[in-house]
């Protein structure tokens, strides 16, 4: 494994977030359920500022590169993971893991009850990655409405109903 190390995310980093964001989303790239989704249009780095003001947010660094990091966005007592990134030169190498591990540390540490996030149910480094370090699928979206509404967003904008869920993890 390569060295690198996560920090809490400061305002000059949001520049270089969205450069991240767009280069993993080549792992998308040979999805046929994805074809019609612009995944160069991500956040801006004025968006990852806001994000990254309310103090939960991560990087991954490797030497002076930020080569991942984790944005979140407090919504009550739950912190929701708006956006995991590795660059796909670093990924497989237990970066985004050590991320989000660290996040549910500080988000237990915070306060916080849980941790949110929407994601695909069925690919790797999604759905099944998410279950190993402890999320589960929220089967009933009725009880939590900020995630269906969520998942209601992402769908209208072009991402496959059967393949989005919302999961959760309970921070004892």
Do not use: K
């Amino acid at each position: 494994m390569s060295e690198f190390s996560i920090r809490l995310a400061r305002s000059e980093d949001a520049e270089a977030l969205p450069a991240v964001e767009r280069a993993a989303a080549v792992l998308f790239a040979g999805d046929p359920d994805c074809t019609e989704i612009d995944f160069d249009a991500v956040r801006s780095a004025a968006d990852y500022r806001r994000l990254i003001a309310r103090g939960h947010c991560l990087v991954a660094e490797r030497g002076d590169r930020i080569v991942g990091f984790l944005a979140t966005q407090p919504c009550g007592r739950e912190l929701h993971i708006c956006e995991m990134d590795v660059h796909p030169d670093c990924q497989g190498q237990g970066i985004g893991a050590v991320m989000l591990r660290a996040c549910l540390i500080d988000a237990g540490n915070a306060g916080f009850r849980a941790v949110t996030l929407t994601t695909f149910r069925d690919l790797p480094w999604n759905g099944p990655f998410y279950t190993r370090i402890g999320f589960v699928e929220v089967e009933d979206l009725a009880a939590h409405p900020r995630l269906a509404e969520e998942i209601a967003a992402e769908i209208e904008a072009g991402l496959p109903a059967e393949r989005r869920i919302a999961m959760i993890h309970f921070l004892g």
